[in-house]
């Protein structure tokens, strides 16, 4: 499977979890307001992601030996799970996309796709729980970090990006992963290796404005402008549509905390 996926949700793994972990560890409500929200998905694109899923699900059911069928089977789960009603819904996407990767690693150890999408379904699985979801957080860590060894390339620097948000989102220790050290390392690394990866621009500009570091946030802000224009032309068509969305919303929001130059 090529290093450049051609279809793709919010890919925000971090911010899909933070909800979940600062409730699993009794954070209070000024503390979730301050981690920054997830931005809702835009339920005009369901339709669109039910017909990915639903196609991707009979290829895998006619070649359930194919591991690269398999892994896009796994991609269209994630993404499927983006936009569920329930968490009945979101946990049961999951759970097949999870074990769609563990077949493909019983046959492949050395899969970077499977590993990559068995840490993202964790993911949405992790949101279906409270408590619950720490322990599957140290296995996101482990998929993440295994992806990287083996394609640190992989969705536009997904390992690195992924892990990144999971560094700047959960708790810290002894509580959980969580380490800004560590996400500033992989989301640094994450712009170095797709620096025209919007995601990856806009990821790492809330991350240092999180972090009071202005000039930085602003730093990255005027790259990511001057490289949009390119990936308007990239990253096209109804697959890219939600990511766009999402992209223009959180830069709007980044632009209006920036504090104006004098």
């Known amino acids: 499977m090529s290093a450049t996926v051609k279809s793709s949700a919010l890919r925000r793994l971090g911010h899909i979890l933070v909800l979940t972990l600062l409730g699993a560890v009794g954070f209070g409500a000024d503390t979730v307001c301050a981690a920054e929200t997830p931005t809702n998905s835009p339920p005009q694109f369901l339709a669109y992601y039910i017909r990915v899923f639903a196609r991707a699900q009979?290829?895998?059911?006619?070649?359930?030996?194919?591991?690269?069928?398999?892994c896009e089977f796994a991609r269209a789960a994630f993404d499927r799970g983006e936009f569920a009603t329930n968490d009945t819904e979101r946990a049961s996407i999951a759970v097949q996309g999870i074990a769609a990767c563990r077949t493909v690693l019983k046959r492949d150890p050395k899969c970077a796709p499977a590993h990559f999408y068995l840490g993202m379904n964790l993911g949405?699985?992790?949101?279906?729980?409270?408590?619950?979801?720490?322990?599957l957080v140290d296995e996101m860590e482990v998929a993440f970090k295994t992806a990287r060894q083996l394609d640190e390339h992989f969705d536009f620097a997904g390992p690195d990006?992924?892990?990144?948000?999971?560094?700047?989102?959960?708790?810290?220790?002894?509580?959980?992963?969580?380490?800004?050290?560590?996400?500033?390392?992989?989301?640094?690394?994450a712009a170095i290796i797709a620096p025209d990866y919007p995601e990856n621009r806009l990821i790492l500009a809330e991350a240092y404005l999180r972090w009071r570091e202005i000039a930085n946030a602003r730093r990255e802000m005027k790259a990511l402008e001057t490289l949009l224009p390119v990936s308007k032309t990239n990253f096209v068509g109804e697959a890219?549509?939600?990511?766009?969305?999402?992209?223009?919303?959180?830069q709007a929001k980044i632009e209006k905390k920036l504090p104006k130059t004098k």
């Open 58 to 70: 009979k290829q895998f059911e006619a070649e359930p030996a194919n591991n690269a069928v398999a």
């Open 124 to 135: 949405q699985l992790a949101r279906t729980k409270m408590l619950g979801a720490l322990p």
């Open 161 to 189: 990006r992924c892990l990144g948000q999971l560094y700047l989102e959960a708790p810290g220790w002894p509580t959980s992963v969580g380490s800004k050290l560590k996400a500033r390392s992989h989301l640094q690394r």
């Open 240 to 250: 890219w549509a939600s990511s766009w969305v999402d992209w223009e919303s959180r």
